[in-house]
């Protein structure tokens, strides 16, 4: 059965918006959660185009404890609590270590890692309220499991790292209520993030789609087919599991000569 209401986070651009969308075309009732208000509302407004039952937008800061349990209690309110959340939201900075700012080491880590805590921790207590079971979908990254040859991504790798350890743990916690929580592993995919501070958007994605085994990067979509099956029942017998969505990257090795 597919679950009557989704809520995501990070809806506002690229893989939370394309698993709004997708959501919503399936007939879902969906929440936008987003930092970004005005972005929360354009994607509501494209989950309404693309077909949901209903579809609300909520500013939400998911790395603010406070910020997100508003943001549920007002999604509660608009559409019923989810049965199905994908935490999402992610920010990445980049610089070595020895010259990393701890300020912004930090944040990467509050809203990457504490803020997946901060959305599960909300969408569990609901889930575990209502008695009926429900899904879960934390976004990891490549860069939990590897290095970036791009280098200067400690804080990015860390809180990416901890998401997959968190979604392992949270899994078996929530095991016994027939609550599922699984990751979803995008590798490059073509968003905002992918070329943000990047001088030469073009250059970065052409550079990128060559390391890649099928030769391109990924669309949303193809990350939101992924996600849209780790959130219903089509995946019942899943649990704990990261679904790598990356065009074949982290199965190549580095030995390319
Ligand atoms: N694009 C890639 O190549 C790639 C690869 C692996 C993993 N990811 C992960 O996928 C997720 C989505 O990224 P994307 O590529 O769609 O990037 P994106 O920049 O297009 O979207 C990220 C969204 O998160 C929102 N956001 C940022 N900080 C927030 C906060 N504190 N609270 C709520 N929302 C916040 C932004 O406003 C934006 O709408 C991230 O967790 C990212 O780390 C992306």
Not at 127 to 146: E, I, K, M, N, Q
Not at 179 to 193: E, F, K, L, Q, S
Not at 233 to 243: A, F, P
Request: with cysteine; glycine share 10%.
């Amino acid at each position: 059965m597919w679950p009557e209401t989704v809520a995501v986070t990070g809806a506002g651009s690229g893989i939370g918006r394309a698993v709004l969308v997708a959501a919503a075309a399936r007939g879902a009732r969906v929440a936008a959660l987003d930092v970004d208000a005005s972005a929360a509302t354009a994607a509501a407004a494209a989950a309404r185009a693309a077909g949901a039952a209903d579809a609300v937008a909520v500013a939400c800061d998911v790395s603010s404890e406070a910020s997100v349990a508003t943001a549920f209690a007002a999604v509660a309110d608009a559409v019923g609590d989810p049965g199905a959340v994908f935490a999402n939201a992610g920010i990445e900075v980049n610089a070595p270590v020895h010259a990393f700012p701890a300020a912004d080491w930090e944040r990467v880590v509050a809203v990457n890692l504490v803020g997946v805590f901060l959305t599960c921790r909300e969408a569990l207590r609901r889930l575990v309220d209502a008695g009926r079971g429900g899904s879960v979908v934390c976004t990891s990254s490549p860069a939990a499991f590897v290095g970036h040859s791009g280098g200067g991504n400690s804080a990015y790798a860390a809180s990416k790292g901890g998401v997959s350890a968190f979604v392992r743990s949270a899994a078996l916690d929530y095991a016994p209520h027939g609550i599922r929580v699984n990751a979803v592993v995008p590798g490059a995919t073509d968003t905002a993030m992918l070329t943000a501070g990047g001088a030469d958007p073009d250059r970065i994605r052409a550079a990128a789609a060559t390391q890649v085994p099928l030769g391109r990067l990924g669309r949303p979509d193809e990350v939101a087919a992924a996600v849209l099956w780790l959130l219903s029942e089509e995946s019942s017998y899943v649990t704990g599991s990261h679904l790598v969505c990356d065009g074949g990257l982290m199965a190549k090795s580095a030995n390319d000569f």
